[in-house]
């Protein structure tokens, strides 16, 4: 790689960027003591070369999952996701098609957003790197870099990955062969081909930004989650950093935004799609409020553009960096990599509707863990929802709405002198421990969410709906006579300390299944502004407050919760695919 730059230019800029990077720091630390409760969560655009697998749902899942919770507690919250659509790549797709980028670009678009709405994804912004507003931000931003200095024509020499959009080092490839028994370099990451490049273009000073970065990481130990994602991006900067390439010839590439000022360059596709975050946010005029509070979900295939070239960009145009960056792992499929050319993509569109919307988004956040690849197979969504959503949570709700044991449909009233604060009532130890467990999940829950870990916060919700199951089954309060008042009460209190576990719950779950929450709710006669995060005060009768739903009647039956899962509805639902039909997506 050869760069031509004079050294005494590159050393007044290196005495600069210091200050600046401590400008950037101070300026955001003021910015984030003012508490107007802002939030703003995106999802990565995504490439419009193919339709959208299950990963994508996943990404857009976690975000929405973010943006719901931050509402429930009174944050006003922005979301964004969209469609990445310049590039070589998508280029190369558009011909082999037979279409016009444009009109490839929109329909893949509108596959994503099609999903997104099926699948209750309540984005705020629908981004597309071909909108004209995106495209003034772009111009803009790169105006600030080369203003500065941060961009210099010069040449880039090295190997370059079309399918990944990236430059890589002599150290990032090896030797493979191809289909063909043909001796190619790929990228050791993705293990795509590469090609070696020579280009006359314009380069991002890269390099001089390394120090900045760690200090920014070391400082900020939770800027990149989970941990080991952190450690990755610290162990990439143990390398010096050899300056970006951030154009191509206009020559090869074509689809792009022209270099402001030089109309036979085209901006790297990566600088372009980034700055679709500051988009959004109303770049460069009215970002201020939602630029200095945001907040990134990835795929672990796309950290290096995120968490080094992205903050690198921003401290060149001395912005604020990322709140956080939320880095998530990808799914296989009966521990294999999805591939198109083995045929195994998963249809998120297809799952959807096989499993419910609510199911597919419960199973993709109950087992989808950031740190480490998961797995996909449709007897093991059947069966987690089965247990978890139908059995346990649906079971629950069915057992204390039921008329034989609720007859008057409502929420029957607590006795304390039966569930008394000390023990010594018709409670017993176990129960005890329960209402501990309930009182203490928001607190769990709120943590969990807050780090991206909704599969602990998950497991959370469902331990409790365990002991929540075990105490019903305990006192078996079907049993009790009605007619002796004593057992009435102890049988209303029972329902009632049920039903509280359930308002919990139902409130709680609302940024992961949010229709399923709202029917389990809407069931308990929970009103819309009832069920805020700053409504989660458990059981108050057992505190001695008043209780506002306490006598209140309960709401329609709408039937079963969550209908079970069986192996013939999935197959029956399932379209059966051809060889053909697998490898055309």
């Not at 705020?124 to 931003?141: G, L, M, N």
Request: hydrophobic share 35%; with cysteine.
């Amino acid at each position: 790689m050869r760069h031509f730059i004079g050294l005494r230019e590159h050393r007044q800029l290196l005495s600069l960027l210091p200050a600046l990077f401590k400008h950037a720091l101070r300026r955001r630390s003021t910015q984030l003591c003012r508490d107007d409760r802002s939030y703003y969560i995106t999802t990565p655009i995504f490439y419009v070369n193919a339709s959208p697998h299950l990963g994508h749902l996943y990404s857009a899942v976690i975000a929405d999952c973010l943006h719901r919770y931050k509402l429930l507690q009174g944050f006003k919250s922005q979301f964004a996701t969209g469609t990445d659509e310049h590039g070589l790549k998508i280029q190369q797709a558009a011909e082999a098609a037979g279409k016009d980028p444009l009109t490839f670009c929109t329909d893949v678009s509108e596959r994503f957003r099609h999903l997104f709405s099926s699948c209750n994804i309540s984005y705020t912004d629908y981004i597309r790197t071909t909108q004209q507003r995106h495209r003034q931000a772009v111009e803009h931003f790169w105006s600030v870099l080369w203003n500065k200095g941060l961009i210099y024509k010069g040449s880039y020499e090295g190997w370059y990955s079309t399918q990944d959009e990236s430059f890589l080092t002599p150290l990032q490839v090896s030797d493979a062969l191809d289909s063909s028994g043909k001796e190619i370099k790929v990228s050791l990451e993705s293990g795509h081909k590469v090609e070696w490049m020579k280009e006359e273009n314009y380069m991002f000073r890269l390099s001089a930004f390394r120090s900045q970065l760690l200090d920014w990481l070391r400082g900020n130990p939770h800027a990149v989650q989970p941990e080991r994602f952190q450690q990755a991006v610290l162990q990439l900067l143990q390398e010096d950093l050899p300056d970006l390439s951030v154009s191509r010839q206009r020559n090869r590439l074509q689809w792009g935004i022209p270099v402001p000022g030089d109309p036979e360059q085209t901006i790297y596709v990566w600088l372009d799609a980034l700055v679709n975050y500051l988009t959004v946010a109303g770049y460069p005029h009215e970002h201020d409020q939602w630029w200095r509070v945001a907040h990134h979900v990835i795929g672990k295939d796309i950290l290096k553009f995120h968490a080094v070239y992205w903050p690198a960009f921003l401290l060149g145009a001395g912005l604020p960096l990322p709140k956080t960056i939320y880095v998530h792992s990808h799914w296989t499929v009966e521990g294999k990599k999805m591939s198109k050319s083995v045929g195994n993509v998963v249809d998120p569109l297809e799952c959807s509707q096989m499993f419910t919307t609510d199911g597919m988004r419960y199973f993709l956040l109950r087992q989808g863990v950031p740190d480490s690849d998961c797995d996909y197979t449709d007897n093991k969504v059947m069966k987690l929802l089965n247990a978890e959503l139908a059995d346990s949570l649906g079971g629950l709700l069915n057992r204390c709405t039921a008329p034989a044991l609720n007859p008057a449909q409502v929420y029957p009233c607590f006795c304390p002198q039966s569930f008394p604060r000390e023990q010594g009532g018709r409670a017993v130890e176990e129960d005890y421990h329960m209402l501990e467990a309930v009182k203490s999940l928001p607190a769990v829950v709120e943590k969990h969410y807050e780090s991206m870990h909704m599969y602990k916060a998950l497991e959370a919700i469902s331990a409790c709906v365990r002991q929540t199951n075990g105490f019903v089954q305990r006192h078996t309060p079907w049993k009790l006579d009605q007619r002796d008042s004593k057992d009435k009460r102890w049988q209303d209190t029972i329902v009632h300390v049920s039903l509280e576990c359930l308002r919990i719950y139902g409130t709680l779950l609302q940024p992961i299944i949010p229709e399923t929450s709202n029917k389990l709710l809407s069931r308990l006669g929970v009103q819309p502004e009832e069920r805020s995060w700053a409504a989660l005060n458990f059981l108050s009768r057992y505190q001695g407050l008043d209780c506002p739903f306490e006598g209140r009647a309960l709401g329609v039956d709408s039937g079963v919760l969550f209908t079970r899962l069986g192996t013939q509805n999935v197959d029956k639902e399932k379209p059966k695919k051809t060889k053909k039909s697998a490898n055309s997506k």
